[in-house]
C-alpha cells in the first residue's frame, strides 16, 4: 500500500519472475477487497494498482518495461504465481478426499450446463483462498481495457470469461451437497446463477437485469428462511 515505481517493483520481485501484474479500478477500497488480489496476498506477490482510466492505456502501449511484460491479474493464466511456495507453507491447507473431488467434479459438470454460453467454462481453481469464485479473461486483454473499447465503439464485444470455482469455500462446499442431496433443487440452481452474477458486478461487467437479480435473492431467502422453520418443528 505505496507508491512505488516499476525500477522499485522489479528489484523487489520474486526469483524467477518475468511479469509485472497489476489491477485496474477506479476506487481503491475496492480493489483492495478484489478476489483477484487473494493468491498474491498469500504468495506475497507485489500488484500495482491502476486507478486512473489511462493508466492501462500507458502500460498497454509500453508491452514491456526491462524485458518484463505486464500481465492483469485477472487473466486466467498465473502459473508462476501458483507454483509459489507461500510463507505458511500450501502442505498445511485440507485437501479433498477422493470422494469429494468427484462430487465436485459432477457439480461442475452440473454449473457449466446451468449457466451454458454465458461463459467459456466453469472449472476448479487454487488461486482463491477465501472467495467462491471469480471470472478471468482467457487472454491478456482485461476487462477494464475491454469496457474502455466498449465505451469507445458500441459494437465491441467483451469476451466471455471462464467462471473459476474454490473447491475449499464453506459455500460451495455446502452447494456441492446440496447437488448431491437434490441435483433438481431451485435453490441449488438459483443459488448459482446468483454467484455468476456476483462475479460479474464484481468484474464491472454491465448487463445484469436489476428485476432479475432482486427476484432471485427474494428467491433465496425465502426459501431459506423456509427450510430454516421447517427444521425447528
Same mark, same amino acid.
Given at each position: ?71 492483469? #491479474?485477472? !487473466?486466467?493464466?498465473? %502459473?508462476?504465481? *501458483? @507454483? &509459489?511456495?507461500?510463507?505458511?507453507? $500450501? ?88 447437488? #448431491?442431496? !437434490?441435483?433438481?433443487? %431451485?435453490?441449488? *440452481? @438459483? &443459488?448459482?446463477?446468483?454467484?455468476? $452474477? ?36
Amino acid at each position: 500500500n505505496k507508491i512505488i515505481t516499476l525500477k522499485e517493483y522489479i528489484e523487489s520481485k520474486k526469483e524467477g519472475q518475468k511479469e509485472i501484474y497489476f489491477i485496474s479500478g477506479t476506487d481503491k477500497k475496492n480493489i483492495e477487497k478484489s478476489p483477484y488480489l487473494e493468491i498474491f496476498k498469500k504468495k506475497n506477490v507485489d500488484v500495482l494498482f491502476l486507478t486512473e482510466p489511462i493508466d492501462e492505456i500507458i502500460l498497454s502501449s509500453l508491452m514491456k518495461f526491462e524485458d518484463m511484460e505486464f500481465k492483469s #491479474i485477472d !487473466n486466467s493464466n498465473l %502459473d508462476f504465481v *501458483k @507454483n &509459489i511456495k507461500s510463507e505458511d507453507s $500450501d502442505n498445511q491447507e485440507q485437501k479433498l478426499s477422493k470422494e469429494e473431488k468427484n462430487e465436485f467434479e459432477d457439480f461442475l459438470k452440473f454449473y457449466r450446463d446451468t449457466l451454458g454460453d454465458k461463459v467459456i467454462t466453469v472449472i476448479e481453481t487454487d488461486r482463491l483462498t477465501d472467495s467462491p469464485c471469480c471470472l478471468v479473461n482467457p487472454d491478456n486483454m482485461s476487462s477494464h481495457i475491454q469496457k474502455i473499447l466498449q465505451m469507445m465503439n458500441k459494437d465491441f464485444k467483451t469476451s466471455k470469461k471462464i467462471l473459476q470455482i474454490n473447491p475449499k469455500n464453506q459455500l460451495i462446499k455446502g452447494l456441492t451437497k446440496l447437488y #448431491i442431496l !437434490n441435483k433438481e433443487s %431451485d435453490l441449488l *440452481k @438459483n &443459488i448459482c446463477i446468483q454467484l455468476f $452474477d456476483s462475479a460479474q458486478m464484481i468484474d464491472g461487467i454491465s448487463g445484469i437485469e436489476p428485476a432479475d437479480f432482486t427476484s432471485r435473492i427474494m428467491d433465496i431467502m425465502k426459501e431459506t428462511v423456509n427450510m430454516a422453520v421447517n427444521a425447528k418443528q
